[in-house]
């Protein structure tokens, strides 16, 4: 049996598809029973209603389980939570969603999560696989009423290149591992984009698709974190998101990797295709 966690976000979802189109025995651990697909994509899977902050949710959950896809918002005590139920009920194989420069001393507190959390997985001594995905191309959406709205959008990553990823890649990668993790032990994957791209080819993948100009206004990472604030997100995801942006103005995320076309046989995703797969999300098509 395979658990994915985080089963209703952007790259649960897809990874609970792939992997009960595989025929695998898969359950699903959600907050809400009702925000699952209605579609049938998730016909045959299990369904287990826990919390991360519920332990007792999660350790129903976890009876029979043999692998574990540990998806989470990545706050330490929830994810050392589901690490040390998968413990207790002999779960023996871990894949973990993490990110690329989660070191104990980063500048960014989530990547220091990630750190954390990773030590105890390791600390556990169940076996496990570590995928650390480039920025989402999914993160787009973000952006898409005030481009609906403005005809272009606001960010601080100025002309930082980054490997952009689409989610659906991170779910086919993190599913090829789960389905089958022997080997994977101790692996840790990057998973990337085919090409390095810039919040101006964002911009110009925008307006070809749309057919017409969106811009890309350069703001300071200052300036970005106090239009976030006044958008409605709390003040240290802003402050965060913020700093990160910085970082990618820099040079941060400007890296690039084979394993996505290695774990699932395909190549990436391009932006060109996502944002054709979505442009209705972004404004009246052309
Ligand atoms: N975004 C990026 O560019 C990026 C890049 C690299 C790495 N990552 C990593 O990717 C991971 C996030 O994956 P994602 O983008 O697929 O996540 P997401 O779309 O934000 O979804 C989060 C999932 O966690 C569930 N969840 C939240 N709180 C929960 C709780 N208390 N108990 C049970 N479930 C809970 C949510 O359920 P509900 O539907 O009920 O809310 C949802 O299914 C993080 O570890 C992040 O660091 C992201």
């Not at 976000?9 to 990874?15: L, N, T, V």
């Not at 959600?30 to 925000?35: F, K, M």
């Not at 993190?174 to 101790?186: D, I, T």
């Amino acid at each position: 049996m395979i658990l994915v966690t985080g089963a209703t976000g952007k790259i649960g979802a897809e990874a609970v598809r792939l992997l009960t189109g595989k025929d695998l025995p898969v359950r699903a651990l959600v907050r809400d029973a009702s925000r699952t697909p209605r579609d049938g994509s998730w016909s045959g899977v299990e369904i287990a209603v826990g919390d991360f902050d519920r332990p007792r949710t999660l350790d129903a959950a976890m009876a029979g389980v043999d692998t574990l896809l540990l998806i989470s918002p990545s706050v330490p005590a929830q994810e050392i939570a589901v690490i040390d139920s998968a413990a207790r009920h002999d779960v023996q194989h871990v894949v973990k969603i993490t990110n690329h420069k989660a070191t104990e001393d980063s500048p960014v507190g989530r990547r220091r999560d990630h750190a954390r959390i990773e030590a105890h997985l390791r600390a556990s001594g169940m076996a496990a696989t570590l995928l650390a995905p480039n920025l989402l191309m999914q993160n787009l959406f973000f952006l898409a009423p005030q481009i609906r709205q403005t005809h272009g959008f606001e960010m601080s990553a100025g002309n930082g290149r980054f490997g952009m990823v689409d989610s659906r890649d991170v779910s086919a990668a993190a599913a090829a591992v789960a389905a089958a993790p022997a080997g994977h032990e101790g692996r840790t994957y990057l998973l990337t984009g085919p090409e390095l791209v810039t919040y101006a080819d964002v911009a110009a993948e925008l307006t070809r698709a749309l057919g017409q100009e969106v811009e890309y206004r350069r703001v300071t990472p200052g300036q970005h974190r106090e239009r976030m604030v006044r958008a409605g997100l709390p003040e240290p995801v802003a402050a965060s998101n913020a700093q990160v942006f910085g970082l990618i103005a820099e040079g941060d995320a400007a890296w690039l990797s084979d394993d996505v076309a290695t774990l699932t046989g395909r190549a990436p995703r391009t932006l060109r295709t996502f944002v054709s797969d979505h442009v209705r999300c972004f404004g009246a098509t052309a």
